[in-house]
Structure formats: structure tokens, C-alpha cells
């Protein structure tokens, strides 16, 4: 069973009046069936473009401290980069 199929989970929510006519406006003008799936559909999608951010944040900073380990990083060369910058200077000082 998939997850979109699944709803046995409630939320219950306060909202103030102005609120709801305002959700309840924009559910009609969106074309949405119900005022639930409305809220659902909008909510899932700023939460997934919340959670995608967050994840390009995190890789973003990740990689940055790769990045930053790699070139000011106290760690040597392996063999294989040791090998190609051989074969480099070799290759470049016939020039």
C-alpha cells in the first residue's frame, strides 16, 4: 500500500476566520475538490520545497568542507593523483 492511499493520520488546526475564507477563496479559485485537499496539496508543497532547500544546504556545506579539507587539509596526495601529476609535467615540459 502506498503512502498517498494510506490516510488514516488526522491534524487538527485553529485558524481565525479571515484565515479560512481566505483558504477557502483560493481552494475554489484553484480548482481543488475539497478544502482538504487543498490545504494538503499546498502544505505538502512548501514542505517539500522547505526539505529540498534544507537538503541543498546540507550537501552545499558538506562539500564545502570537503572542498576546503582537500586543498588546506594536512593529508598527501594518493598514488593515483601522485601518478597523474607525473604524467602531466611529463607531458607539459615537451611544450
Do not use: C, W
Not at 499546498?42 to 517539500?48: D, L, M
Not at 570537503?66 to 586543498?71: L, M, N, P, Q, T
Not at 588546506?72 to 597523474?84: C, D, I, M, R, Y
Request: aromatic share 8%; glycine share 4%; proline share 1%.
Amino acid at each position: 500500500m502506498d503512502r498517498e492511499s494510506n490516510k488514516d493520520e488526522r491534524i487538527e488546526i485553529r485558524i481565525s476566520s479571515h484565515d479560512k475564507q481566505i483558504f477557502q477563496k483560493a481552494q475554489k479559485l484553484s480548482g481543488d475538490k475539497s478544502f482538504g485537499s487543498f490545504i494538503v496539496r499546498i502544505v505538502k508543497k512548501h514542505a517539500e520545497e522547505i526539505v529540498a532547500q534544507n537538503d541543498i544546504i546540507i550537501a552545499s556545506e558538506r562539500d564545502r568542507e570537503k572542498f576546503f579539507d582537500a586543498v588546506f587539509g594536512n593529508s598527501k596526495p594518493n598514488q593515483n593523483l601522485v601518478e597523474a601529476a607525473t604524467k602531466y609535467k611529463s607531458q607539459t615540459a615537451l611544450l
